[in-house]
């Protein structure tokens, strides 16, 4: 008669837990990062039209795409005249732009709340850019750690905290963590 052994890990039973577990939460965050998708805002794209006539703070925000609840940041300028002694000298009348570290915020090109040399004339268009916020948005794989468990969606867009909690008096959007919400309530 043959005899055999078998020896069982002692943390099997653990093991075995975890995976079941991690499967479980790797489809709930799946199931987040999808209801994610179809909740995200389109984005939208500022578009300097006429190139390498626009101001420098418009050429600046050109291509800028954010999500379209948030407002554009463009660079604040200001108009500075020619000083005294030095303007005497040069023979120069009159002043220049010159680029400040603040921004003008705008919901879109000529905006009523941007400074009237910021809008005027102004030939700048808001182009809507649809599903690239979904396409950014993900599970990431899941993690077990002892009796912890650990799942993300992310999404990987510019000033996206800003869409989702707010921010210059722009409200949230939330869409994340409605997501999570909903496919929790669906669970219970």
Sequence with gaps: MARTKARIAPDLTRRLAAGAIRDKVERISEAVADEAK???????R????????????????????????????????EYTRGAGD???RSGAVGGRWVTLTAVDLADRPRDPRLPLHQRINCECQSVI???VIAAATRALPTHVRGSKVKAVVEVNFLRIA??????NDTPGLHFLSLAGSLVMARRR
Excluded at 49 to 74: C, F, K, W
Excluded at 162 to 167: V, W, Y
């Design 129 to 131: 850019v649809r599903g």
């Design 86 to 88: 030095d303007r005497r």
């Design 46 to 77: 500022w578009v300097a039209t006429n190139g390498a006539e626009a101001r420098p703070s418009h050429r600046h925000a050109d291509g800028q795409t954010i999500p379209a609840n948030v407002p554009y940041q463009l660079p604040k300028t």
């Design 38 to 44: 179809n909740r995200a805002p389109d984005a939208k």
């Design 162 to 167: 800003e869409a989702e909690f707010g921010a």
